[in-house]
């Protein structure tokens, strides 16, 4: 559909088929989201094929070269990328691979970056979990957020859930000492399950005194899609999590 943009399934046949956490979402594609996946996906966007060890300097460089001493932080799951860029606009100085398989908010969120001068976000198509385990280096990520991930809310459904102990020590072994793992969600009984999980884990420890929920952190933009919940009462849980040094 888009010569040289994002394939529909990168990782194809290479890696075991096993229960995923989200919906392959190809959607409906803009005029605009399209001119900016066939222009800038090449420049600024990253198949999740699991077959090569990825550089972060690399993958981040700009005319001036690599830059190798970027602090990154991956974010799962980035809906229409507007909070992405909100994000990377405020603190230029720290690399944002974002990750997700829907393909209007793959466009989208390239076209912000361009339109906004934006040379701190990366763009990666396909499943996060490939990322993590084949392709980052450890101990390569100075963050790691997970925004309102699908709840899955039907007990049948709990299984498919991302937060699951699994991956936390996935993600514990890409991640340096002292990154942030930042989790949010609308769906009470998952953002339980969130932190007992986090809770659980050794790699992490809560960076509220009290072991409980962190009010949002000022550099998480309220969306509109969060807007929208908490105008219908629903309660948004933020949990912030330290990667030890151990």
């Not at 699908?150 to 699994?166: M, N, S």
């Amino acid at each position: 559909m888009f010569p040289g943009g994002p394939v529909a399934d990168p990782a194809g046949s290479h890696h075991e088929r096993r229960i995923r956490s989200f919906r392959p979402r190809r959607g409906r594609v803009t005029p605009g989201q399209g001119e900016a996946l066939r222009r800038l996906w090449p420049q600024w966007g990253l198949d999740i094929d699991g077959l090569s060890r990825i550089d972060l300097g690399e993958i981040f460089a700009t005319e001036a070269g690599p830059r190798p001493d970027l602090p990154v932080v991956l974010e799962i799951g980035f809906g229409m990328g507007e909070a992405t860029a909100q994000m990377a606009a405020a603190d230029p100085g720290t690399g944002i691979l974002a990750a997700d398989v829907h393909t209007p908010g793959q466009g989208n969120l390239l076209a912000l970056a361009e339109r906004n001068g934006l040379d701190n976000v990366r763009v990666a198509n396909g499943d996060a979990i490939i990322l993590l385990r084949e392709m980052l280096a450890p101990a390569s990520l100075s963050g790691l957020r997970v925004f309102f991930p699908d709840p899955w809310p039907k007990k049948r459904h709990h299984k498919r859930r991302l937060i699951q102990p699994e991956f936390i020590e996935l993600a514990a072994t890409r991640m340096k000492p002292g990154a942030l793992l930042h989790c949010a969600t609308d769906w009470e009984p998952y953002a339980e399950q969130m932190l007992e999980v986090l809770s659980a884990s050794p790699a992490f420890e809560n960076t509220q005194a009290d072991g409980g929920y962190t009010p949002r952190p000022g550099f998480r933009p309220l969306t509109k899609f969060e807007s929208q919940g908490l105008d219908k009462g629903h309660l948004v849980h933020d949990l912030v999590f330290r990667r030890n040094d151990t």
